[in-house]
């Protein structure tokens, strides 16, 4: 069964710092990686995707996928308190119409 | 252009009733999903359709029905309603491995 594993959180950061959010996977075949934000009672909207290894930077936001260690991870520079939300991991693989989604880590960040 | 849209936003059932929830998106995307998701859970894939005239169990389909009644719309229907099924549902659109469009979500409570 393919996996998608997140640190549930809640993972704190003050702000003007780097939040880190990883996720891992099990399934090697996996060639798509989306990362979603999801503000509390609302709907998962896509932030980043991202498809080679290496890093994949979006103005404030940087994915970077390991496909070697199953490792997916979205860094956030200049955290901001409008950046507190869950932060959902999916990974799909090659030919599949259906993505994996992790459970979610939960971001705060305080002023 | 509405993206994904979902009917209707809230609704409370008693045990027992049935609905169908309705989802239509005017993005073309040939596929279209169906999620629940509860706190902890993240979120669930209920029953998915890969194309016009498709649909397939996802990880949940006991208790739901599914219909893709053309490229747009994709309905979900509750037979009997159960407690167990007061979740939120969210349906969701996108095109092969691309990223998944969500609709605004449907808050269930089943009394």
């Known amino acids: 069964q393919k996996e998608v594993e997140q640190n549930s959180g809640p993972l704190s950061v003050p702000e003007g710092a780097i939040a880190s959010l990883n996720c891992t996977y099990s399934?090697?075949?996996?060639?798509?990686f989306f990362w979603y934000r999801q503000y509390s009672g609302k709907s998962p909207e896509l932030i980043m995707f991202?498809?080679?290894?290496g890093d994949k930077e979006d103005g404030r936001f940087t994915a970077q996928l390991n496909k070697a260690s199953q490792y997916v991870s979205l860094l956030i520079r200049d955290s901001q308190p409008s950046d507190s939300a869950t932060y959902l991991c999916?990974?799909?693989?090659?030919?599949?119409?259906?993505?994996?989604f992790g459970r979610g880590t939960s971001l705060i960040v305080h002023p | 252009n509405a993206g994904v849209t979902q009917t209707p936003k809230f609704q409370v059932l008693k045990t027992g009733q049935s609905m169908t929830l309705q989802c239509a998106q005017d993005?073309?995307?040939?596929?279209m999903y169906w999620y629940r998701q509860d706190p902890g859970m993240g979120l669930r894939l209920i029953y998915y359709?890969?194309?016009?005239?498709?649909?397939d169990k996802g990880e949940v389909p006991n208790g739901y029905n599914v219909s893709r009644l053309n490229k747009r719309e994709f309905s979900l229907r509750l037979e009997s309603a159960a407690p167990s099924q007061t979740s939120v549902y969210f349906c969701?659109?996108?095109?092969?491995?691309?990223?998944?469009?969500f609709g605004p979500g449907t808050r269930l409570t089943v009394t």
């Open positions: 969701a659109s996108s095109e092969r491995q691309d990223e998944q469009y």
């Open positions: 399934d090697r075949g996996s060639q798509s």
């Open positions: 991202i498809y080679s290894n």
């Open positions: 999916a990974v799909q693989s090659g030919g599949s119409y259906i993505p994996t």
């Open positions: 993005m073309n995307h040939n596929s």
């Open positions: 359709s890969a194309s016009e005239g498709t649909t």
